[in-house]
């Protein structure tokens, strides 16, 4: 294990002094992604510019057998970018180019530090986009968004990460360069693209990533429709579908997300409602009138007890923005938020809500609703105060139970968040020995030594065998949390 | 059933001998020539869940692929990769590990896209399940998507769960006469546009297009693009999928060439039908395998040997030396003892 000086020296071999951080007031801004709870100083630093850089560094940490953890802009929410005590957290923050824009073949190559919305942007003079758009798009980047399979408000009839991207390109922890996927389709032998997207920065490191790009729709317009009861909202949602329609976009927010949106937003929201929908159509006008007809025809039946029909775009962005900035919206009605990203089949969608409105109790906890409704993901969003160390754990245990109970109805314990570290003991709950020795089997295909973002996503099957021991014995008495041994806060 | 697959593989595994792995045998011909002992997968059949409001199917790997689409066509959904059967005896658990998808592709998606979850006996015996029945899931790696197209190679797959999607309410099919060069520059231009584009073929100097959503849509982009009707338009694009189609006869050997969409005619000896909005150009050629694989190298793309009766080439285009690297350390993470329809993919695994 190399210490803080030979690292520092291997790195300074060629990079810029500027581009290797050691002191602590460099290093602090790392020292945590989106989820705040978990922290640690990284020991260095590392800002390569070029893709040279990125396999010395690569190969550097190699040879010295330190950990690496590759991180885009920090906006992840399962601690996936945590940084390692004793290693190098390779910011990706540089690689900011947007190599080439292809109109005709409606392609971007791309450096895995753009932003997600920059690609957007750029593709817009030629009528086109990318089209995941996850709600921290104004800050996020495409490196992150591959790392992570990233999703968002659109994916019902988008797709998500792995299916707008069309390849990727990097290094191996060897300093290897690998290609995968490319813009013809159907790349020979196994499908490493998929399984390089959505790998939490394990498998490799991502310096360039080529992205589809489609055709802008002419019109969108979003029905918004109250429901006096959450469940019947959640019906609402497989009548839409049970019809024939796909929407563009099918959120669902409970009563107190939209009185926290509305409060922040402005946004317009029915707040009287127990549960809103907002159901987007896009395509060509024509499409569209068509589609929200057939939409609040079936809405209606469903028991809508009012509906609106945005006017204008102008207005349409509106309905989205509290969507959007539900996260922010909560973190000012609670000291600390802790959301949580469960899938489940959408027709469980009342017994698992039922099953946090109890859990509300159990644990003296409120927590508010949204829900990307079309695709069954949840993101219930524990309200704690992070100072309270006895609430933080009741948080965690809160969190744990909701997470078993979409195992339990045959979802799974995060739908576009990534596991991370935080919710690497649910793993356990979710897959068996057998799984989970195959993960470790795909990961040394990749990096033998363990070096990539060691200790994320996939446990190992002690922990999970304590964890299963625990669980057993008594999950009331279970008195040290997960991650005891990290600082906080 | 599931118990008698493990049986056979962990038998196999321990006297090292190899399995092959085999539904209906419709895709025989495709990759390279398989061997071992046949263990026939098409006992294990049936849907054992389908919910069209989840737009979810979950079918076992003996299920007939026109079973399963019976069953979807009867609740008004599709698979929406429009999958090849190349034969009626083909399998779910075929379709998935050749991974090929249809006339849809470009529009729609792959069908690795639509692979929600895997059920999947591995080379030790293992009954190993990933995924699941949810469009969103990001918790371990992705080992469906992994599978598709992995020819068997990586374990025999068992049971799978993949999205459905309703079937468009209106469809229309075009015809122009046009040049391969003009043709290729239009069909580019034209995905880039919103119009609900569902399939394209190209051949011997004349367009085809299929138009599929809403009826207002296919009527506002029929008015838009001009042409002419289509007649037999399902016949038509059936024969594309399951290379029935006159192009498709002769001795010559099949290549499937994947390029970028836009990128230019390639000059090869022999016949040419295009797919996928360019992007994938099929040739029935007697070129030597260097030359068509050098010619799809240097357009950006790769060419596999699809048909032929000599396929000592290789089906598929060669990897370089760490993605060799990779691919051999993958499969026998999966597969050890190295019993799986060995050589399949590729000879040296």
């Known amino acids: 294990m190399g210490s ?66 590759p991180r885009g802009a920090g906006t992840g929410l399962s601690g996936g970018a945590l940084p390692p005590g004793d290693g190098v957290l390779l910011s990706m923050a540089k690689f900011m180019r947007i190599v080439r824009l292809d109109p005709l073949a409606r392609v971007a190559v791309v450096q895995p530090g753009v932003r997600n919305a920059a690609i957007s942007e750029a593709a817009a003079p030629h009528g086109l986009y990318y089209a995941p758009d ?12 591959v790392a992570e399979n990233s999703g968002g408000v659109h994916c019902l009839k988008y797709g998500l990460t792995v299916h707008n991207v069309l390849g990727v390109r990097g290094f191996t922890i060897d300093g290897e360069r690998v290609a995968l996927g490319g813009e013809a389709p159907d790349a020979p032998g196994y499908d490493l693209l998929a399984l390089a997207i959505g790998s939490e920065g394990m498998l490799m490191v991502v310096t360039e990533v080529t992205v589809k790009l489609l055709p802008r729709p002419q019109a969108a317009r979003v029905v918004m429709a109250s429901f006096d009861d959450v469940e019947r909202a959640g019906n609402a949602v497989a009548d839409v579908i049970a019809a024939g329609i796909i929407p563009a976009g099918l959120e669902m927010m409970d009563q107190p997300a939209t009185r926290a949106a509305d409060e922040y937003a402005g946004c317009g929201y029915d707040l009287a409602a127990k549960a809103i929908l907002l159901c987007e159509s896009d395509g060509t006008s024509e499409e569209v009138e068509d589609e929200i007809a057939r939409m609040k025809a079936v809405l209606e039946r469903a028991g809508a007890t009012r509906m609106t029909v945005s006017a204008s775009d102008a207005e349409r962005l509106r309905f989205w923005s509290g969507r959007k900035a539900a996260f922010p919206a909560v973190g000012r009605i609670s000291p600390d938020y802790y959301c949580m990203d469960g899938t489940i089949p959408r027709k469980r969608l009342g017994e698992v809500l039922n099953f946090i409105a109890a859990l509300e109790k159990k644990y003296g906890l409120r927590c508010p609703n949204v829900f990307h409704a079309g695709d069954g993901n949840l993101h219930p969003l524990i309200l704690f105060d992070a100072n309270d160390a006895a609430e933080l754990e009741r948080t965690e245990r809160f969190a744990a139970e909701v997470l078993e109970k979409c195992v339990a109805v045959g979802g799974t314990i995060t739908g576009e968040h990534g596991v991370g570290v935080e919710k690497i003991d649910s793993m356990c709950v979710q897959f068996g020995d057998g799984e989970l020795e195959l993960f470790h089997a795909l990961k040394r295909a990749f990096d033998p030594h363990g070096l990539l973002n060691p200790g994320k996503a996939v446990p190992t099957l002690a922990r999970c065998a304590e964890h299963r021991r625990r669980h057993v014995h008594s999950a009331e008495l279970q008195t040290a949390a997960p991650h005891s041994g990290l600082p906080r806060f | 059933m599931i118990e ?96 090929l998808s249809g006339p849809r592709r470009t529009s729609a998606g792959a069908l690795r896209d639509f692979l929600l979850g895997a059920k999947l006996v591995d080379g030790r015996g293992r009954l190993l399940s990933f995924g699941g029945e949810v469009m969103k899931n990001v918790a371990g790696y992705d080992v469906s998507r992994l599978v598709a197209g992995s020819l068997g190679t990586l374990g025999l797959i068992a049971e799978a769960s993949l999205k459905v999607l309703p079937r468009p309410p209106a469809e229309t099919s075009l015809r122009f006469e046009i040049a391969e060069g003009r043709a290729l520059v239009e069909l580019n231009r034209w995905a880039g546009q919103p119009l609900p584009l569902s399939a394209s073929a190209w051949h011997d100097g004349a367009l085809m ?72 150009r099929w040739w029935k050629s007697g070129a030597g395998a260097q030359a068509v694989r050098d010619a799809a190298r240097a357009a950006g793309g790769h060419a596999t040997l699809f048909r032929a009766a000599d396929k000592s080439a290789g089906a598929f285009m060669p990897l370089d030396p760490v993605l060799a690297r990779l691919h051999r350390e993958l499969k026998a993470a999966f597969d050890p003892a190295g019993i799986l329809n060995p050589g399949r993919l590729y000879a040296e695994f």
């Open chain 2, 209 to 280: 297009l299929r138009l599929s959503g809403a009826e207002p849509a296919v009527r506002a982009a029929v008015a838009k693009l001009g042409g002419e009707p289509l007649a037999g338009a399902e016949a038509f694009w059936r024969s594309i999928r399951e290379q029935e189609h006159a192009f498709f006869a002769g001795g010559d050997p099949l290549w499937r060439i994947a390029l970028p969409s836009s990128a230019a005619p390639l000059s090869l000896a022999g016949r040419q039908l295009i797919e996928w909005g360019g992007a994938l």
């Open chain 1, 4 to 69: 803080r000086l030979s690292v520092v020296n291997a790195l300074r071999g060629f990079l810029p002094a500027r581009a290797v951080l050691y002191e602590e007031e460099d290093t602090r801004p790392y020292e945590c992604d989106g989820l705040t709870a978990y922290r640690q100083l990284p020991m260095v630093v590392a800002l390569p510019e070029t893709e040279e850089q990125v396999q010395k560094i690569l190969q550097a940490c190699r040879a010295l057998g330190v950990p690496v953890v």
């Open chain 1, 134 to 145: 996850p709600s921290s798009q104004i800050a996020c980047t495409i490196g992150g968004n």
């Open chain 2, 4 to 99: 008698t697959f493990q049986a056979r593989i962990r038998e196999a595994a321990a006297r090292r001998s190899p399995l092959r792995l085999r539904g209906g045998g419709s895709k025989d011909f495709y990759g390279n020539a398989p061997r071992g002992e046949t263990l026939d997968t098409r006992a294990h059949a049936g849907i054992v869940s389908y919910e069209p409001t989840e737009l979810v199917v979950t079918a076992r790997c003996g299920t007939l692929l026109v079973d399963l689409e019976e069953s979807l066509r009867d609740r008004n959904q599709f698979l929406p990769f429009e999958p090849p059967h190349f034969g009626p005896g083909a399998t779910l658990g075929g379709c998935i590990a050749a991974g």
